[in-house]
């Protein structure tokens, strides 16, 4: 999910109506595929010890080593048995209703496109690394599979009590930025950090950032940054733990709530926070030094 500027409103020529495109695997030139190979390399060597059990498997039993960009139907095949989801191509950003309809139904939207070689390390739009690499791994996971088809039918919701500030915070900072406990350690399983090299590291070792203990509503107050490493990351116990205060939390009232409160800094601590590490800082304020 990022912002929405550059959105169309119906599909685009050669798009399906509910916005879904062939991947038209054969077109990926040589140089796409090793592009993908050479993301591929990087990460995979990165995240053991650093990526979530749970991302970890779903990497290995999806067979996402597997040289070349995955083509999705051989994916989606692997996926549906493991936990009944899908991938699906779309042409770039959707609308919000479309986003959640197929997230719903256990379709996850990826971007068919790879990022250029000169754009490895960062690009503002997800591409099919991102969004392959990043997410998929995390639905092959059964609880984790359960919780985004209910943030779906979480997000229809939110489209219709005008709250989707609200729960696209939790998107954020759980999907694409999260972090869990694992025994004694803090490991990364949002997809946003998983597929970056650099914020794979900053995520868990940097002292800049903030690391708190997650809480529902404390997450849905506080703004995030979609343009650098993010000032503050929220910590779950368990996935077990996440899909179920989600799932058993009645969202409407507690959006009424946070209509009436502030919303949070992205690098402030509050006096009901679970910190775990209280951010320096040093690298956010080094660059708005210049
Ligand atoms: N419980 C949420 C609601 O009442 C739905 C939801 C479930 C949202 C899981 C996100 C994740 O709207
Ligand atoms: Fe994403």
Excluded: C
């Excluded at 685009?12 to 090793?34: F, M």
């Excluded at 068919?112 to 690394?129: H, K």
Aim: hydrophobic share 40%; glycine share 8%.
């Amino acid at each position: 999910m990022a912002d929405d500027t550059h959105m169309l409103d119906s599909p685009p020529p050669g798009a399906a109506a509910d916005w879904t495109v062939p991947q038209d695997w054969q077109h990926y030139t040589a140089e796409e595929h090793a592009t993908w190979d050479t993301l591929f390399a990087r990460q995979s060597k990165l995240l053991p010890g650093r990526a979530s059990d749970a991302y970890l498997r779903g990497l290995d039993v999806l067979k996402l080593s597997k040289p070349g960009i995955p083509d999705f139907e051989e994916l989606s095949e692997r996926l549906m048995k493991l936990t009944g989801w899908q991938v699906v191509a779309v042409p770039g950003l959707v609308p919000d209703d479309v986003f959640f309809d197929h997230m719903a139904n256990r379709r996850f939207v990826a971007g068919n496109f790879i990022r250029r070689p000169d754009q490895l390390d960062y690009l503002q739009e997800p591409d099919v690394f991102h969004d392959v690499f990043g997410h998929v791994p995390m639905l092959a996971d059964p609880v984790f599979a359960d919780y985004l088809e209910a943030y779906g039918r979480g997000g229809q919701r939110a489209l219709g009590l005008d709250a989707l500030k609200y729960l696209g915070r939790l998107y954020w900072y759980t999907v694409e930025f999260g972090l869990i406990r694992e025994g004694d350690d803090l490991r990364i399983y949002g997809s946003g950090i998983v597929s970056s090299y650099a914020e794979s590291r900053f995520a868990l070792d940097d002292p800049s950032p903030n690391r708190i203990g997650f809480d529902i509503a404390r997450v849905m107050r506080t703004e995030y940054r979609i343009d650098d490493f993010q000032q503050n990351y929220f910590v779950i116990p368990s996935f077990d733990e996440l899909l179920r205060i989600t799932v058993e939390t009645d969202f409407a009232p507690l959006y009424a709530e946070l209509k009436a409160q502030h919303d949070i800094p992205v690098a402030a601590i509050e006096p009901g926070d679970t910190v775990i590490t209280r951010g320096t800082q040093a690298y956010a304020l080094a660059k708005a030094e210049g």
